[in-house]
C-alpha cells in the first residue's frame, strides 16, 4: 500500500465537521507531467491512483485503461468539468467509499490534530446499493447527539432540499456551514420522517471517558471510547492504568455508536488489553496478506465484557472482532455495523483530494464481515423506548438504566466471582 501504516482508515465515511485524512506521497508526477496546469491533469491523477491501488483488480468488471482514453480524450474548459469527469470515472466502480473531494471539501474533511472539529458532529455513509445516506453515529456530546439523531437514521433533506440523487459529498457540503448556524435535517426512521434543527457547533473530541463503578463483587472500570483517533490510544492507556491503580475487578469497554477512525489506532488498542496472537489480517487486490499481533505485554488480564450496537462500526468491529475471536471478552449489545474495508486517503497535486478502498480486512479466525457485521455473543436489543430515553438523558448511559449496561455488569460479576474463586483455589493448592 502507498500511504504510511498510521494513515490506513476503516470504512471511509464522511465525518460532518470533518474527515480522516491520510498523508500519501504524489506517486504519479513522471505519468501526468504532460498535463501540468491543465484540467486533465486531476482527471489522470485519480486515474493512476485508482489503477495502482484500488482493492479491486477487475475495476468492477470495466476496462480502465479504456477508461483513461475516454477521459483524457476530453477537453475540458475548467476545473469543475473535469472534478465532474472524475466523478463520473469513479461511478463506474460503484464504490461508495472510493470517492473525489474537491479542495474545499477535501480541506473540510481533514481532521484537526487538536482533536477539535466544526459542524454538527455525525458520521454518514452511503449505501452502495440503495444510494440513501445513512447516520452511523452522532459524536457522543455533539449537537447531533444532543438533537436526537440515531445510527442508521436515513437523511432524505437537508434544509429542505432532498438528497435523492446526491453524493455524499454534496451531502456533507449541504450539512457543514459556520459556527453558530442552523441546519435542518430530515430523517426517516422506521418509517417515520422526524425533522431537527441542530446549531453547528466547533466540537472538541476526547474520546476516552471513563468511570470507577461501585458494585457488590468488585469495583468495575467502565471506559466509553467514541471514536478512533490520532489521541485514542494515549487516552485509553491512561484510563486503563488509573482503573488499576483503583484496584477495579474488571472492565466494560463501551464500543456502542463508535463509528470508527484509524486501523493502527485499534490495533494499538487491542494490544492493550489481549495476549499474543493475531489482531486483523488486511488483503489487497493481490492477495497480499498483512497481519497485525500483539505480543504479551499487555495492561491488564481483568475480566472484560464489550458493548457494541449497529453503530459500533470499522476500527469498533476491528477491536471486538479481535478480542472475540482470541476468547478475551464477551460481546453483548445488537449486531455490529458491517464495515470490513480499508480506505487511504490521497492528497492530489491541486489540493483536492481522493479516498481509496486499498483492502479487505478479516477477523483473527478468518471472518468477513463487510455487510454482515458482528454477532454479540449475548444478544440485548433496546426498545425504541429504552432507545428515546437514552439518547434524551445521555447521563444514564453506562447506568443501571442502561439496559444493555446492566446485562454487561451481571455477566462481569459472575467471571469476576469466577476469577476469584480461581485465585483462591490456586492460592490453596500451593
Aim: neutral net charge; proline residues 3%; aromatic residues 6%.
Amino acid at each position: 500500500m502507498a500511504n504510511s501504516k498510521d494513515g490506513l482508515v476503516l470504512g471511509t465515511t464522511a465525518l460532518v465537521g470533518a474527515g480522516v485524512v491520510v498523508i500519501g506521497a504524489n506517486l504519479w508526477q513522471s505519468s501526468w507531467a504532460v498535463f501540468k496546469e491543465s484540467p486533465k491533469e486531476v482527471v489522470d491523477e485519480v486515474w493512476q491512483v485508482i489503477n495502482h491501488d484500488y482493492v479491486d483488480a477487475t475495476f468492477n468488471g470495466n476496462d480502465w485503461r479504456d477508461i483513461r482514453n475516454q477521459y483524457l480524450n476530453r477537453n475540458y474548459t475548467s476545473r469543475d468539468e473535469a472534478y465532474k469527469a472524475v466523478r463520473e470515472m469513479l461511478d463506474k466502480l460503484e464504490d461508495p467509499y472510493t470517492r473525489f473531494m474537491d479542495p474545499e471539501q477535501f480541506k473540510s474533511m481533514q481532521i484537526d490534530t487538536s482533536g477539535e472539529l466544526t459542524g454538527v458532529g455525525i458520521q454518514i455513509t452511503q449505501d452502495e446499493e440503495t444510494k440513501e445516506i445513512t447516520v452511523i453515529s452522532p459524536i457522543e456530546g455533539s449537537p447531533a447527539a444532543d438533537a436526537g439523531l440515531l445510527s442508521k437514521d436515513v437523511i432524505i433533506k437537508v434544509d429542505n432540499k432532498s438528497t435523492k440523487g446526491m453524493d455524499i459529498n454534496g451531502v456533507v457540503s449541504l450539512i457543514r456551514g459556520p459556527v453558530n448556524t442552523d441546519v435542518t435535517l430530515t430523517v426517516l426512521r422506521d418509517k417515520e420522517q422526524l425533522s431537527f434543527k441542530i446549531k453547528r457547533a466547533r466540537i472538541e473530541i476526547h474520546p476516552v471517558r471513563f468511570s470507577n463503578q461501585k458494585n457488590s463483587a468488585g469495583n468495575v472500570g467502565y471506559i466509553r471510547l467514541n471514536q478512533f483517533s490520532n489521541n485514542a490510544s494515549s487516552e485509553m492507556r491512561e484510563a486503563i492504568q488509573e482503573l488499576k491503580k483503583q484496584k477495579v475487578a474488571g472492565f466494560i469497554l463501551d464500543l456502542r455508536s463508535n463509528p470508527g477512525g484509524l486501523l493502527y489506532s485499534s490495533a494499538e488498542i487491542a494490544r492493550m488489553w489481549m495476549g499474543k496472537g493475531t489482531i486483523v489480517s488486511t488483503v489487497d487486490r493481490k492477495g497480499g496478506e498483512d497481519k497485525l499481533t500483539s505480543g504479551k505485554n499487555t495492561l491488564t488480564d481483568k475480566p472484560l465484557v464489550i458493548l457494541v450496537d449497529g453503530g459500533s462500526a470499522s476500527a469498533s468491529e476491528i477491536l471486538a472482532g479481535a478480542l472475540q475471536d482470541n476468547k478475551r471478552a464477551v460481546l453483548i449489545g445488537t449486531k455490529t455495523f458491517g464495515k470490513g474495508l480499508v480506505q487511504s486517503v490521497h492528497p492530489l497535486e491541486d489540493g483536492s483530494g481522493l479516498a481509496v478502498t486499498v483492502a479487505k480486512y478479516f477477523t483473527p479466525s478468518g471472518r468477513d464481515i463487510n455487510k454482515k457485521g458482528i454477532e454479540p455473543d449475548i444478544e440485548v436489543k433496546l426498545t425504541d423506548d429504552q432507545r428515546e430515553a437514552l439518547s434524551q438523558d445521555r447521563d444514564k448511559i453506562g447506568t443501571l438504566a442502561d439496559p444493555q449496561y446492566a446485562k454487561a455488569l451481571s455477566v462481569l460479576n459472575e467471571k469476576i466471582l469466577a476469577n476469584n474463586n480461581g485465585n483462591l483455589q490456586s492460592s490453596s493448592s500451593q
